[in-house]
């Protein structure tokens, strides 16, 4: 393939690469991500488990929505002198040992 | 003479009868010499008696050698689907009666599911879009501290309620775009930004789970009353509960903690002895901030 006209020149040159360019054995994708592997017939097999599903839950008598009242002003300060904060794994697995330790 | 045109024609038209007449014997040879001479016309030489008429060679038309073709060659001359002009010629179904359409106006309503799916994506069922001074009339996005508090179901869905909020901004101002119905593109964005702050507050809060996760269990394989093999029970506390005493750890407790907003406090809760997990576990089940 070739440039139009306004890119001739060393302008086309500067540019990122594109799926259209270059010649054969040049390959770029398009974010999509890998769901299989190629087979040497030139063909492909789709490998259902890399492929992504979306589970939405059943929304009934949910009554929460994207939003919070205005008025309701943010808290701060929920782990204060704690420098580990919301990630301190003593904190999680005290948590655990009170609400899960025992089944 | 009275009437001379009718009873002298001309040497022409003569001759022309006997041209025909002379091939007309000439394709029939098989005819005996009797029938041969009696289909002989008058005029000629040796003709005998056949048709006297000479209006047939009359009425033809005088045809000009080389001549061009006059005829009209479109047989569809005139014929306009868009002007419903009809054909030029009559056709076998002309006579029969055609049904007509109905007129737009007649035309029975519509019946649509009011309980239908897709319903979902519009803000407002009676208009397309939502006002802007409507859409402008929402709340703040949810921060990460109050997410904290809420539990994986509780994420999952309003991951999903926000998605769906997002559809319908996103169906209002392609709608508004399309029909051209005026401004309201700002007041969506900003409806959207906020939906979208929401969207990465949970998806921060459940990184961070994982992230405390992981590091625990790094921490519990060198915790004596954890067990990770798999055989026996996981968890072995080393100081059995003392008895609950009535008043301590129900309701003094979970009064100061519902004030400080404090989800785990780390200072009581390191070593977890009675009366911690007792209000630790009073602390989780507090309810979560009101929209």
Redo the contacts between chains.
């Keep these: 393939m070739q440039p139009t006209r306004i890119l001739q020149g060393m302008r086309y040159r500067k540019m990122p690469l594109t799926t259209k360019d270059m010649n054969k054995g040049f390959y770029k994708g398009n974010r999509t991500g890998n769901v299989g592997r190629h087979t040497k017939y030139g063909g492909f097999t789709v490998e259902w488990a890399k492929v992504r599903t979306y589970v939405?839950?059943s929304?009934e008598g949910?009554t929460?929505?994207?939003?919070?009242?205005?008025e309701?002003k943010?808290?701060?300060g929920?782990?204060k002198?704690?420098t580990k904060g919301?990630?301190?794994?003593?904190?999680?697995?005290?948590?655990?040992?009170?609400?899960n330790?025992?089944? | 003479m009275a009437t001379p045109g009718a009873l002298r024609p001309s040497m022409g038209a003569a001759l022309q009868i006997c041209r025909a007449s002379s091939t007309r014997g000439i394709i029939a040879p098989t005819r005996t010499v009797t029938s041969r001479a009696a289909a002989r016309p008058a005029f000629c030489p040796s003709a005998q008696a056949a048709s006297l008429s000479t209006t047939p060679a009359l009425l033809r038309r005088h045809k000009y050698i080389g001549a061009r073709v006059t005829r009209d060659n479109n047989k569809k001359r005139g014929e306009s689907v868009l002007r419903r002009t009809g054909t030029r010629w009559r056709l076998s179904m002309s006579d029969e009666p055609l049904p007509q359409p109905v007129k737009p106006e007649e035309l029975p309503p519509i019946e649509t599911d009011p309980d239908h799916g897709l319903w979902q994506f519009f803000q407002n069922r009676n208009s397309i879009a939502n006002p802007p001074l409507k859409d402008a009339e929402h709340g703040r996005a949810w921060t990460v501290e109050e997410l904290r508090y809420k539990s994986w179901e509780d994420l999952h869905k309003l991951w999903w309620v926000c998605v769906k909020e997002q559809n319908r901004i996103a169906t209002a101002m392609w709608e508004r775009q399309n029909r051209q119905l005026g401004y309201g593109d700002a007041e969506s964005d900003t409806r959207r930004k906020t939906v979208k702050a929401t969207q990465k507050a949970i998806k921060h809060v459940l990184t961070e789970r994982f992230y405390a996760w992981e590091d625990a269990v790094e921490l519990a394989k060198s915790d004596p009353e954890i067990d990770l093999s798999g055989d026996g029970p996981a968890f072995t506390p080393k100081e059995y509960l003392e008895e609950e005493v009535p008043g301590l750890g129900s309701g003094e407790e979970v009064a100061r903690e519902e004030v400080k907003a404090n989800g785990s406090d780390v200072a009581t809760s390191s070593t977890p002895d009675s009366s911690t997990l007792l209000s630790a576990t009073s602390s989780e089940q507090k309810t979560a901030p009101t929209i």
């Design positions: 939405c839950p929304l949910f929460l929505t994207p939003f919070v009242n205005t309701k943010p808290v701060w929920a782990f002198g704690d919301p990630r301190n794994p003593e904190t999680y697995l005290a948590r655990w040992k009170s609400e330790g025992f089944d």
